[in-house]
Structure formats: structure tokens, C-alpha cells
């Protein structure tokens, strides 16, 4: 019986024959239901998905510009900020697979964000470019419509920042300071 190898397409027999080992096998097992059951890993690249979440953070802007006593730059640096703490808790705090019931065995990703685990941890996608470029459109518009009053400025740019440092390349499976380690 012959059992293809997903990652480099060559065979190898079960038997324990061609040098393969069974620890081998369950980890290409592994990766190869890793990349095929992670729904985590593309659902930004999923048709529409760019722009629903364009239009969930208009819409929320849209309601917080409702509140009858919200001027436009606190509406806008509110905007800001809430997207801004969404955007952290989901991408750079959940961990593992929380809406995949398909797969059971969580050894691939239980210990990766979801930020980490976005296009199998490929740096520079499109996907991950459009997720870094939206915060710094947010944070020129907020910016904008703030008239680049001092105070405003200064606490966009910490949100800013609180966005981006963590989607650093370097800072790719890494823990500041332990948080979120576990």
C-alpha cells in the first residue's frame, strides 16, 4: 500500500519500508489536516470577506455617529478604538481553532493566534497586507476628521500602534513579556 506525501508528492510504504517512520507519517498526517481543516487559515480570503468587514466597521461607525451628544472626532476616534481592541482580541489574543468543530486534534494550532495562523503563517500575503493598510487608512481618516488636534492624534497613534506591532514579521509566534503565553 502506498501513501502519498502531500508536501513533496513522493510515496512511501506503511510497512515501515522506504525509511519512513510512523512519527514521520503522523506528523505529514498532521500538517496535511492542518492546512486542508484550519478554517482559520483562509476564511479572510473567502469571496466577500474583505468587504464585510470593511462595511462592519463602517456600520460601526454609522452607529456610533448616531449618539445624538458624539461629535464627529470622538465618533471617529471611537471608531478607532473599537476597532482597534476587536482586531486585537481576534486576531492577537484568541487562540486555536474556536469555530472549527471538524478537526480534533488541536496539536497543529491550539498554541497560535489567529493572526499566526492566517494563510498558514505566510508573511506578506494580500490578505495580511489589507489587514495592516485598514487600521492606517482608520488612523489617517480619524486623523483627518480630528483636524490633527494634539490629544486625538497622540491617543490614535498609540491604538496605531497597539494594531500594528504585533502583526510585526519579527514578532511571529513570540510573547511580549509572557502575555498570552499559555
Not at 508536501?7 to 486542508?36: E, M, P, Q, Y
Not at 454609522?62 to 478607532?80: E, F, K, R
Not at 489589507?130 to 490633527?148: A, E, R, W
Request: hydrophobic share 45%.
Amino acid at each position: 500500500m502506498q501513501r502519498v506525501n502531500s508536501l513533496n508528492g513522493s510515496a512511501s510504504g506503511l510497512g515501515g519500508g522506504g525509511g519512513s517512520s510512523a512519527a514521520s507519517l503522523r506528523r505529514i498526517d498532521s500538517v496535511h489536516k492542518f492546512n486542508t481543516l484550519n478554517p482559520n487559515a483562509y476564511w479572510m480570503n473567502s469571496k466577500g470577506a474583505w468587504f464585510s468587514y470593511v462595511s462592519l466597521i463602517l456600520l460601526t461607525h454609522l452607529a456610533i455617529l448616531a449618539v445624538p451628544w458624539m461629535g464627529t472626532d470622538q465618533a471617529w476616534t471611537l471608531t478607532n478604538l473599537v476597532h482597534c481592541v476587536g482586531m486585537y482580541l481576534y486576531f492577537h489574543h484568541v487562540k486555536g481553532l474556536p469555530f472549527d468543530s471538524t478537526n480534533t486534534d488541536q496539536d497543529c494550532s491550539f498554541r497560535l493566534t489567529m493572526w499566526e495562523q492566517l494563510d498558514e503563517g505566510k508573511q506578506y500575503t494580500a490578505t495580511r497586507k489589507f489587514l495592516i493598510i485598514v487600521p492606517i487608512i482608520l488612523f489617517i481618516l480619524t486623523s483627518f476628521y480630528t483636524k490633527h488636534q494634539w490629544t486625538y492624534f497622540l491617543f490614535n497613534f498609540v491604538v496605531l500602534m497597539w494594531n500594528l506591532v504585533p502583526k510585526l514579521p519579527y514578532l511571529h509566534k513570540k510573547r511580549i513579556f509572557g502575555i498570552n503565553k499559555y
